[in-house]
């Protein structure tokens, strides 16, 4: 690892930051609407099974490629892999993907932008249900409003960038995840004691297995690996930066727990209020825009205070949670830039601000001005999500199976699981990884990709 590279200082830096990665608008954004889609707690029995079974494993791989070494997505596949072309698409593609997701993500961070202005300027207190109601439709299908929100909320996230490694990336995740473990749990404990919020806890608890089908199962795994950030370049940037002490397992193992623990809050803060507001749980991208101001306005008749403060708390914990995100996205192309381009940090930061506010921008508008493009029969904003979740990450994340199962070797492999021989759990937990890493997770790789393309 290059001298002058920097590192993260210590486990707890390692695990705020991955988990950072991790926790963001995967669980309080995505994994709410993801359950109300698969049906209830028969999703999230499989997601919960797949996180652990197959997606950790896959956690580990993409972190013995990063930590192996010591460099962003292109530079680890020439290092690990030589100059193959075959494995520079897997370089290539794992720059490419988070710059995707980010510029559509960020999308969804300018609407939580809107809506905190929106609860620190009362609007909620003084609005009838109804209006509360469409507010957001009216909002996402505007152009200036969501147009300046996505731009703020993206330069933030590449500010943060470009502090660096220990000074922004480090610094800011330290702060935020627990700030954000507080700010869930605050919303997890308001949700329960709403009226008729019973229905929301059986509905996350009471598996209807019926309800399964292929789709399903693969929607389940793919939402495991979104939550976990796999196939994205993250975890193979953000490992980079681990020092060659640090227990990869036990990283790994702790962002997974942090990460489920995060995603059920999540649920558990938003599906009692889904169904106290009585709209659908499966109401897709905009449901916690469509919920909880609902909620806030209903409160305001007789709790206003009460009702202010929680909005507050609520938007301010979905920007958060957005902005570990985006942070650790947009860092991926940022890396690149900057060890491959030799440019300096805050210039790549400004390249990457540029070229995923373009992109970002197409997608804002999908929802107004350029609502009635298609791609595939899907908005901008709906089909770039669905490549990516569907087929960026399937690709990258089967790439680097294939890279640490099939081309490294399993001596070097090995020995960047356990520290050199000296993790005695490593080493004993080592065989069972390797056979799961060769054999088992490419099928579930390929099953994802038949059901989702195919069936």
Not at 5 to 31: D, H, K, P, Q, Y
Not at 54 to 66: A, D, H, K, Q, R
Not at 103 to 116: Q, R
Not at 399 to 418: C, H, I, N, P, Y
Request: glycine share 10%.
């Amino acid at each position: 690892m290059a001298k002058d590279r920097e590192t993260f200082g210590g486990r707890a830096a390692v695990i705020m930051a991955l988990a950072g990665s991790a926790i963001g608008l995967g669980n309080i954004w995505r994994f709410p609407y993801m359950v109300g889609e698969g049906g209830g707690a028969a999703f999230i029995l499989l997601y919960l099974f797949f996180s652990f079974s197959f997606s950790l494993p896959i956690f580990m791989v993409e972190s013995i490629i990063g930590r192996r070494s010591g460099a962003n997505c292109l530079g680890a596949t020439r290092k690990l892999a030589g100059d193959e072309n075959v494995w520079k698409v897997l370089g290539y593609l794992s720059i490419i993907t988070p710059l995707i997701i980010v510029s559509y993500y960020s999308v969804v961070g300018g609407w939580s932008v809107e809506f905190f202005l929106k609860s620190l300027s009362l609007t909620f207190m003084h609005s009838d249900p109804e209006t509360v109601n469409g507010m957001f439709g009216q909002f996402a299908s505007s152009f200036w409003g969501p147009s300046v929100c996505f731009t703020a909320f993206l330069g933030i996230s590449c500010l943060i960038v470009a502090g660096g490694v220990r000074k922004g990336i480090e610094k800011f995740s330290k702060f935020c995840i627990p700030v954000l473990f507080v700010m869930v749990l605050m919303i997890m404990v308001f949700s329960l004691t709403l009226p008729g919020s019973g229905k929301g806890v059986e509905y996350l608890v009471r598996p209807d297995f019926s309800k399964l089908t292929f789709s399903n199962c693969a929607s389940a795994l793919g939402q495991s690996f979104y939550s976990l950030s796999l196939g994205m370049g993250i975890i193979i940037t953000y490992s980079s930066y681990v020092s060659k002490q640090e227990n990869l397992m036990a990283s790994g193992t702790y962002t997974a727990l942090f990460d489920t623990m995060f995603a059920m809050m999540a649920g558990f803060a938003i599906m009692p209020a889904v169904f106290t507001a009585g709209i659908q749980p499966s109401a897709g991208p905009g449901l916690i825009f469509q919920t909880l101001p609902y909620i806030f306005t209903k409160m305001a008749a007789t709790m206003p205070l009460i009702s202010s403060g929680v909005a507050i708390i609520f938007f301010l914990t979905i920007i958060f949670s957005a902005l570990t995100s985006s942070v650790s996205l947009v860092e991926v192309g940022v890396a690149y830039l900057v060890e491959e381009k030799k440019m300096r940090r805050g210039v790549a930061a400004a390249l990457v601000f540029a070229g995923t506010w373009c992109l970002g921008m197409l997608c804002s508008l999908s929802f107004g001005p350029l609502s009635g493009f298609m791609i595939a029969g899907k908005p901008i904003f709906d089909f770039l999500d669905m490549f990516s979740s569907n087929f960026l990450l399937l690709i990258g994340s089967f790439m680097a199976v294939l890279l640490v199962g099939w081309k490294m070797s399993k001596a070097d492999v090995r020995d960047e699981f356990t520290n050199g021989g000296t993790l005695k759990a490593n080493n004993k937990a080592f065989g069972a990884l390797y056979f799961i890493v060769r054999y088992v997770t490419p099928l579930a790789l390929i099953f994802i990709f038949i059901t989702n393309f195919i069936l």
